[in-house]
C-alpha cells in the first residue's frame, strides 16, 4: 500500500475522501453550480503519492492545491499540502452523462501529498494554502473561504462512511486551477496564521 509521512512515522490511509466545490470563486471559475449538499468522492489507497507524476497517455492533466486533513479517531490531528490532479476533459464528459468521476479523479497518483505536520483544533482556522507553478502564484485559499469547514466536512461524510485511522480528508481547492506540462515546477505551502509551516517542492514527470 502507499503510504504518507508524518513526523518520519510511515501511515498507510486505507482512502482519500475529497469535497468538491468547496469555495465559491473555483465553482465560479468551472461554470459549475453551487451545490445544495456536500459534493464528495473518493481516491483509493492507489491515487496517493509524493510525486508529481504526469498521467500517462493523456493529453492534459489540470491541478488542485489542497489544504489535506490527517484523521485520526475521527479527528484532524495533522495537515500536509495536497494536489488533487485531475483529468479536467475526462470529468466534464462524464458530468454532462451524469456519470461518477472516478476516471477522472481516481486513477493512480492523482493524490499528491507533503509531508504531514500535527496541528491543533483551535488552529483549523488559520489555515491557508498557497500553490507556485515555474515561480509564479497560481492558488490561493484559506479557511475562511470555504463554503463547508473541515469538522462539518467530517460530520457529514459519517452519514455514508467511517473513516479509518490514517485517512485523508481534502477540504477543496480554491480558485487558479489549470492545466501543467512535464517539466513544470511546483511549489506549495501551508501557513498557519500566515506563518509557513509546510513547504514542499515539484517537479512534474
Do not use: R
Given at each position: 500500500m502507499n503510504h504518507i509521512i508524518l513526523e518520519n512515522q510511515l501511515i498507510y490511509p486505507s482512502k482519500v475522501v475529497c469535497i468538491g466545490r468547496n469555495y465559491t470563486e473555483h465553482i465560479k471559475e468551472l461554470n459549475?453550480?453551487?451545490?445544495?449538499?456536500?459534493?464528495?468522492?473518493?481516491?483509493?489507497?492507489?491515487?496517493?503519492?509524493?510525486?508529481?507524476?504526469?498521467p500517462k497517455e493523456q493529453n492534459s492533466c489540470h491541478y488542485e492545491a489542497e489544504i489535506s486533513f490527517l484523521i485520526e479517531e475521527n479527528k484532524i490531528t495533522a495537515v500536509a499540502f495536497g494536489l488533487d490532479l485531475t483529468l479536467r476533459e475526462v470529468q466534464s464528459k462524464l458530468k454532462t452523462k451524469g456519470l461518477p468521476w472516478e476516471r477522472?479523479?481516481?486513477?493512480?497518483?492523482?493524490?499528491?501529498?507533503?509531508?504531514?505536520?500535527?496541528?491543533?483544533?483551535?488552529?483549523?482556522?488559520?489555515?491557508?494554502?498557497?500553490?507556485?507553478i515555474n515561480n509564479?502564484?497560481?492558488?490561493?485559499?484559506?479557511?475562511?473561504?470555504?463554503?463547508?469547514?473541515?469538522?462539518?466536512?467530517?460530520?457529514?461524510?459519517?452519514?455514508?462512511?467511517?473513516?479509518?485511522?490514517?485517512?485523508?480528508?481534502?477540504?477543496?481547492?480554491?480558485?487558479?486551477?489549470?492545466?501543467?506540462k512535464i517539466g513544470d515546477t511546483f511549489l506549495g505551502k501551508i501557513l498557519l496564521d500566515k506563518k509557513v509551516i509546510v513547504e514542499e517542492n515539484y517537479k512534474a514527470i
Open positions: 459549475n453550480e453551487t451545490p445544495e449538499e456536500m459534493v464528495f468522492f473518493i481516491k483509493p489507497n492507489s491515487a496517493i503519492t509524493n510525486k508529481l507524476l504526469f477522472a479523479k481516481a486513477f493512480n497518483n492523482s493524490a499528491v501529498f507533503s509531508k504531514f505536520v500535527p496541528i491543533s483544533e483551535e488552529d483549523i482556522s488559520k489555515l491557508s494554502v498557497e500553490l507556485y509564479e502564484l497560481k492558488q490561493k485559499g484559506d479557511y475562511s473561504l470555504m463554503i463547508n469547514k473541515p469538522n462539518e466536512m467530517i460530520k457529514e461524510a459519517n452519514t455514508f462512511l467511517s473513516f479509518e485511522d490514517g485517512d485523508i480528508l481534502m477540504s477543496g481547492t480554491p480558485s487558479g486551477v489549470g492545466s501543467f
